[in-house]
């Protein structure tokens, strides 16, 4: 093998003929004018198709501006119990929040028209579909290249942690009492300082040993703040050794902070464009974000389209806009100031309905000695500061509320923070508008020929509908038709949540002051009843993970009756090695040495329990031939579960190259 490459290699004539003379990047503005309002935005390529230039879709991306905004909002609790509220300039709170895996979860569903004809339709969460087909297409290699560019970093399947019944409320006991720290309800994920937890990854000592990396870090969320949360007051030294049992460090500040390297501070990062901390006052931090959105990854359309001069599209996304509410609890612990015990979302708002794109840091502490604040904030970076009251007296607790926001543009969309009093919430100071970028080319004219011999392109791409089986009872049977009828179905993909939707039953409503009355927790999915867990800020599902540990046995999809899998899928590594594994990767997974795709069998097993049946092996006469899909099996979990089912069917259109009219 390496005596032909060393004989290939020997052969080679330096230089080839130029196929293109010029390669340009053209720009374009959406049409909503800086006011995404109305959570939508629609890009139509008008001004590229008189450029008279061959137009590259799949290298084109959106440059999406994203504002996220935090502040204190409900002051009163911290007051009546005689603290003084937390103040955001002397602790830090870099790690506070961040954003769940990809920068696309934005888009909540996409509509393209081509010359006027819909060929693109609108379906809702095809975020999900989309995480899906990164996840199992990208590679470690990717993640290092592109991963900080769009946003991309998986969750840890193992670091993940259960958190129901009641949250710690006002009025509770001191911290010698043991309390139980929660991060959050139900599935969180969203622990940012690796070696907190109460257990390490390596121990094996105590009555629960099988803990993985539970509360002990999620790597992915901790890389994606870490793409947008550069901040000019940082400073790039290491932090010195703990010099006293009370918490204090000698930390080295030579040098300065990163600011202080770069020439006119903030104005540099405006003109420039990056994404960083602009914000950072008394009870507000703000990061302003350029995200990078390829249109590849929205859709297969664009991965397929070939070079295409004269075509109008009309793009249109509906964007998730999201606002939540967080109440922290803080107990009292014999020092001057409080340590942080209990988060709780008291609600969210994603106007679309989709997946809520923000993340919140866990606030607490895992270990019972490491209560006191100045350990915390030296110790594990700094991340708490924004939840530690100070000037409570040592027998009480309390009890703060902050509201997170993000909004695509400039322009903060939280009638909360922008009404609340004493909050400044200024506008973004990057990019105010949607870009879409293009690489525009002009062909050598031999090869323009040679390009236009064949002037009509065929483009075969998939496109996705969207069905759901909601409340699947825990250790239950369920039977499902998703539709009567879909010609050239090409695959099926099912992905489970627990269910916010099954029971009405609250296993805490908190009377306590401090908290909005009513806050229901589900018995069943442990996030707030009515609302689904791929909403909630402590857990990334429906961004790649779905709920943890949901099996499904005696599973099968059935096309028009007849049984996709030959024997009734039982067990979880037949799904696992016969239907996940190699789809969508380089060579399907069968070349050891080249490979793709970030799901292995762990992942699979603890959070990312995808059920994908590949469908589309068929004669040609059969592909337009409308087939039902029914979808059959049981419930392992002991959860009552949603079921978000994908089936991806192909389309075709042909084209003329020159023109762009279709044929």
Same mark, same amino acid.
């Given at each position: 093998?390496?005596?032909?490459?060393?004989?290939?290699?020997? $052969?080679?004539?330096?230089?080839?003929?130029?196929?293109?003379?010029?390669?340009?990047? /053209? =720009?374009?503005?959406?049409?909503? =004018?800086?006011?995404?309002?109305? =959570?939508?935005?629609?890009?139509?390529?008008?001004?590229?198709? =008189?450029?008279?230039?061959?137009?590259?879709?799949?290298?084109?991306?959106?440059?999406? &501006?994203?504002?996220?905004?935090?502040?204190?909002?409900?002051?009163?609790?911290?007051?009546?119990?005689?603290?003084?509220?937390?103040?955001?300039? !002397?602790?830090?709170?870099?790690?506070?929040?961040?954003?769940?895996?990809?920068?696309?979860?934005?888009?909540?569903?996409?509509?393209?028209?081509?010359?006027?004809?819909?060929?693109?339709?609108?379906?809702?969460?095809?975020?999900?579909?989309?995480?899906?087909?990164?996840?199992?297409?990208?590679?470690?290699?990717?993640?290092?290249?592109?991963?900080?560019?769009?946003?991309?970093? &998986?969750?840890? @399947?193992?670091?993940?942690?259960?958190?129901?019944?009641?949250?710690?409320?006002?009025?509770?006991?001191?911290?010698? +009492?043991?309390?139980?720290?929660?991060?959050? !309800?139900?599935?969180?994920?969203? +622990? !940012?300082?690796?070696?907190?937890?109460?257990?390490?990854?390596?121990?094996?000592?105590?009555?629960?040993?099988?803990?993985?990396?539970?509360?002990?870090?999620?790597?992915?969320?901790?890389?994606?703040?870490?793409?947008?949360?550069?901040?000019?007051?940082?400073?790039?030294?290491?932090?010195?050794?703990?010099?006293?049992?009370?918490?204090?460090?000698?930390?080295?500040?030579?040098?300065?902070?990163?600011?202080?390297?770069?020439?006119?501070?903030?104005?540099?990062?405006?003109?420039?464009?990056?994404?960083?901390?602009?914000?950072?006052?008394?009870?507000?931090?703000?990061?302003?974000?350029?995200?990078?959105?390829?249109?590849?990854?929205?859709?297969?359309?664009?991965?397929?389209?070939?070079?295409?001069?004269?075509?109008?599209?009309?793009?249109?996304?509906?964007?998730?806009?999201?606002?939540?509410?967080?109440?922290?609890?803080? #107990?009292?612990?014999?020092?001057?100031?409080?340590?942080?015990?209990?988060?709780?979302?008291?609600?969210?708002? #994603?106007?679309?309905?989709?997946?809520?794109?923000?993340?919140?840091?866990?606030?607490?502490?895992?270990?019972?000695?490491?209560?006191?604040?100045?350990?915390?904030?030296? $110790?594990?970076?700094?991340?708490?500061?924004?939840?530690?009251?100070?000037?409570?007296? @040592?027998? +009480?607790?309390?009890? #703060?509320?902050?509201?997170?926001?993000?909004?695509?543009?400039?322009?903060?969309?939280?009638?909360?923070?922008?009404?609340?009093?004493?909050?400044?919430?200024?506008?973004?100071?990057?990019?105010?508008?949607?870009?879409?970028?293009?690489?525009?080319?002009?062909?050598?004219?031999?090869?323009?020929?040679?390009?236009?011999?064949?002037?009509?392109?065929?483009?075969?791409?998939?496109?996705?509908?969207?069905?759901?089986?909601? @409340?699947?009872?825990?250790?239950? $049977?369920?039977?499902? /038709?998703?539709?009567?009828?879909?010609?050239?179905?090409?695959?099926?993909?099912?992905?489970?949540?627990?269910?916010? !939707? @099954?029971?009405?039953?609250?296993?805490?409503?908190?009377?306590?002051?401090?908290?909005?009355?009513?806050?229901?927790?589900?018995?069943?999915?442990?996030?707030?009843?009515?609302?689904?867990?791929?909403?909630?800020?402590?857990? &990334?599902?429906?961004?790649?993970?779905?709920?943890?540990?949901?099996?499904?046995?005696?599973?099968?999809?059935?096309?028009?009756? $007849?049984?996709?899998?030959?024997?009734?899928?039982?067990?979880?590594?037949?799904?696992?090695?016969?239907?996940?594994?190699?789809?969508?990767? #380089?060579?399907?997974?069968?070349?050891?040495?080249?490979?793709?795709?970030?799901?292995?069998?762990?992942?699979?097993?603890?959070?990312?329990?995808?059920?994908?049946?590949?469908?589309?092996?068929?004669? &040609?006469?059969?592909?337009?031939?409308?087939?039902?899909?029914?979808?059959?099996?049981?419930?392992?979990?002991?959860?009552?579960?949603?079921?978000?089912?994908?089936?991806?069917?192909?389309?075709?259109?042909?084209?003329?190259?020159?023109?762009?009219?279709?044929?």
């Amino acid at each position: 093998m390496c005596d032909k490459l060393v004989f290939d290699l020997a $052969q080679e004539i330096e230089g080839s003929p130029s196929v293109f003379v010029r390669k340009d990047w /053209l =720009n374009i503005l959406d049409n909503q =004018n800086q006011n995404y309002n109305n =959570n939508q935005s629609v890009i139509d390529t008008s001004q590229l198709s =008189n450029s008279n230039k061959w137009m590259n879709y799949r290298e084109a991306y959106l440059s999406i &501006p994203m504002l996220i905004s935090l502040g204190l909002t409900d002051q009163t609790p911290a007051l009546l119990n005689g603290g003084t509220l937390p103040n955001f300039t !002397t602790s830090s709170i870099d790690y506070a929040y961040g954003l769940k895996n990809w920068f696309g979860q934005i888009i909540h569903s996409f509509t393209l028209d081509y010359n006027g004809t819909t060929i693109i339709q609108q379906t809702p969460l095809s975020n999900m579909w989309n995480s899906f087909r990164l996840i199992t297409s990208l590679s470690y290699n990717d993640l290092l290249t592109q991963g900080d560019v769009i946003g991309y970093y &998986p969750d840890d @399947a193992t670091s993940w942690e259960w958190c129901v019944g009641a949250p710690y409320a006002l009025g509770a006991p001191s911290v010698s +009492t043991a309390p139980a720290f929660r991060s959050g !309800t139900g599935v969180c994920n969203n +622990t !940012t300082n690796p070696g907190a937890g109460g257990s390490s990854l390596l121990s094996e000592t105590g009555a629960y040993d099988l803990t993985f990396n539970s509360a002990s870090g999620n790597v992915g969320f901790i890389k994606r703040i870490q793409n947008v949360n550069f901040s000019l007051t940082g400073i790039p030294a290491l932090p010195g050794f703990q010099t006293s049992a009370t918490g204090s460090t000698a930390v080295s500040t030579n040098g300065g902070s990163y600011g202080s390297l770069i020439s006119s501070g903030a104005t540099s990062m405006n003109l420039i464009w990056k994404s960083y901390i602009q914000t950072q006052s008394a009870l507000v931090q703000q990061t302003a974000i350029v995200a990078t959105v390829y249109l590849k990854h929205i859709h297969s359309f664009f991965n397929m389209v070939p070079l295409l001069k004269g075509v109008f599209m009309k793009m249109t996304m509906n964007l998730n806009n999201a606002t939540c509410g967080v109440y922290c609890t803080t #107990v009292a612990s014999g020092t001057a100031a409080h340590s942080p015990v209990s988060l709780i979302c008291s609600s969210v708002s #994603v106007p679309t309905g989709g997946v809520n794109p923000l993340m919140v840091s866990s606030p607490v502490c895992y270990s019972a000695t490491q209560v006191n604040p100045t350990v915390l904030n030296t $110790q594990f970076g700094g991340s708490f500061g924004m939840f530690i009251q100070a000037g409570l007296t @040592a027998s +009480t607790s309390g009890s #703060v509320g902050y509201t997170l926001n993000l909004s695509v543009g400039a322009f903060c969309l939280s009638q909360t923070l922008k009404s609340t009093a004493g909050l400044v919430v200024p506008d973004g100071t990057l990019s105010k508008s949607v870009y879409l970028y293009i690489p525009a080319y002009t062909f050598n004219p031999p090869f323009e020929s040679s390009y236009l011999s064949s002037p009509v392109k065929v483009i075969k791409y998939t496109d996705i509908y969207q069905y759901q089986v909601l @409340a699947v009872p825990g250790g239950q $049977q369920f039977n499902n /038709l998703l539709t009567n009828g879909i010609a050239n179905i090409k695959s099926v993909l099912i992905l489970p949540f627990y269910s916010g !939707t @099954a029971s009405n039953t609250p296993v805490f409503t908190p009377a306590a002051t401090g908290y909005p009355s009513p806050i229901s927790l589900s018995s069943i999915s442990g996030f707030n009843t009515g609302v689904s867990v791929f909403q909630s800020p402590f857990d &990334p599902a429906g961004t790649g993970p779905t709920s943890p540990l949901c099996f499904l046995t005696n599973f099968n999809v059935q096309v028009s009756g $007849q049984n996709a899998i030959y024997n009734v899928e039982k067990y979880s590594f037949e799904q696992f090695n016969n239907q996940l594994y190699g789809q969508n990767s #380089v060579n399907g997974g069968l070349t050891d040495g080249l490979t793709s795709g970030l799901i292995g069998r762990k992942e699979f097993d603890m959070e990312y329990c995808y059920y994908y049946i590949n469908v589309e092996r068929m004669l &040609p006469v059969e592909e337009t031939v409308p087939k039902s899909i029914q979808i059959l099996g049981t419930n392992l979990s002991s959860r009552a579960i949603d079921l978000y089912c994908f089936i991806e069917y192909g389309m075709e259109i042909k084209i003329d190259a020159l023109t762009g009219a279709r044929v």
